[in-house]
Nanobody, 127 residues
Framework: QVQLEEFGRGLAQAGDSLTLSCAVT????????MGWFRQTPENDREFVAA????????YYRDSVKGRFDISRDNDKNTMYLQMNSLKPEDTAVYFC????????????????????WGQGIQVTVSA
């Protein structure tokens, strides 16, 4: 069974940086492609960033390209989302997700692609 839990500071001001972590249980973390999604009360859950099991391939939604950086440490079973130049519109509940990848460089951007999900962590960015 794979379990995911998000960690991070939940409050920031516009322009600030903030890092989220996703700790994953299980012995074969590097077999899993990982992703970050976010959701607000007004919108459906949306894709933010994805990373392959090996960490060599990443993909971002357009609105966060150049500001967010997804990474992983396979020795620590942890994935990260470094968020820079935060904007109030980045305010949302952020979820990490995992799926057994079809290859070391595979990544996924659809919610239905993912098997395991964290509980979510609120990030609030004030103007």
């Amino acid at each position: 069974q794979v379990q995911l839990e998000e960690f991070g500071r939940g409050l920031a001001q516009a322009g600030d940086s903030l890092t989220l972590s996703c700790a994953v249980t299980g012995r074969t973390f590097n077999y899993y492609a990982m992703g970050w999604f976010r959701q607000t009360p007004e919108n459906d859950r949306e894709f933010v960033a994805a990373i392959s099991g090996s960490g060599d391939t990443t993909y971002y939604r357009d609105s966060v390209k150049g500001r967010f950086d997804i990474s992983r440490d396979n020795d620590k079973n942890t994935m990260y989302l470094q968020m820079n130049s935060l904007k109030p519109e980045d305010t949302a509940v952020y979820f990490c997700a995992a799926v057994r990848g079809s290859g070391a460089s595979s990544y996924y951007i659809g919610q239905s692609d993912y098997t395991y999900w964290g509980q979510g962590i609120q990030v609030t960015v004030s103007a």
